[in-house]
């Protein structure tokens, strides 16, 4: 009687090659979600460059080309939580610091009213229902806030700016609220970016 030859793998053969898959399998997942992350914090950060972009961009056009003289609150920069504005070139900067642009929240806008100046007023961005002018035009994007925003005198006709737009939800942000914090997860989806310029006012 011929005897039939059997061959197979061992249960620790089984073992080993399951070991070695599930590896394989966990390495691959660790590297699919970093890529995911990385992508979606270059997205974020490009997009929050963007905005600090687009505001220094408006405000230094405006201050070197639009009519008129640039108007600085005496206090400066208005404090965390609280509403200022800068007029330049016959536009209307009304901003609120840390205050995220949400729903019918606003963060920085610009208009245009008929005299801007020290009696102006900044236009009501805290309110639940804000009532805006209606040349009103929002610099910032969804879920960004800024952090700091300040024009000062740097001399005869010239003109420091600086803009620090932050962008993600509070519990992505550090104590200070003007950065991301490291030891959170999520922070993929929080960027900060702080340009600074110095303008000269070509007309009067």
Avoid at 98 to 121: E, F, I, K, M, S
């Amino acid at each position: 009687m011929k005897k039939m030859n059997q061959k197979g793998f061992t249960i620790i053969e089984l073992m080993i090659a399951t070991v070695v898959f599930s590896t394989i399998l966990l390495l691959c997942s660790y590297a699919l979600l970093n890529i995911g992350r990385t992508y979606y914090k270059g997205v974020t950060t490009t997009r929050t460059q963007e905005a600090a972009r687009t505001v220094i961009d408006d405000i230094s056009q405006s201050i070197q080309f639009g009519p008129g003289t640039v108007y600085i609150p005496a206090g400066g920069e208005a404090t965390v939580g609280t509403s200022g504005y800068y007029c330049a070139g016959g536009k209307r900067y009304s901003y609120t610091r840390d205050w995220q642009l949400t729903g019918n929240r606003h963060a920085l806008v610009t208009d245009a009213p008929t005299q801007c100046n020290g009696g102006t007023g900044v236009q009501n961005l805290n309110s639940a229902s804000p009532t805006l002018s209606a040349s009103s035009r929002e610099l910032m994007s969804r879920g960004m806030r800024l952090a700091n925003f300040r024009v000062e005198s740097a001399g005869t006709d010239l003109y420091r700016i600086t803009v620090r737009v932050v962008s993600g939800e509070d519990d992505l942000l550090n104590t200070a609220h003007n950065g991301c914090s490291a030891d959170r997860a999520g922070t993929q989806y929080c960027a900060a970016s702080e340009l600074t310029t110095v303008v000269q006012k070509r007309v009067r």
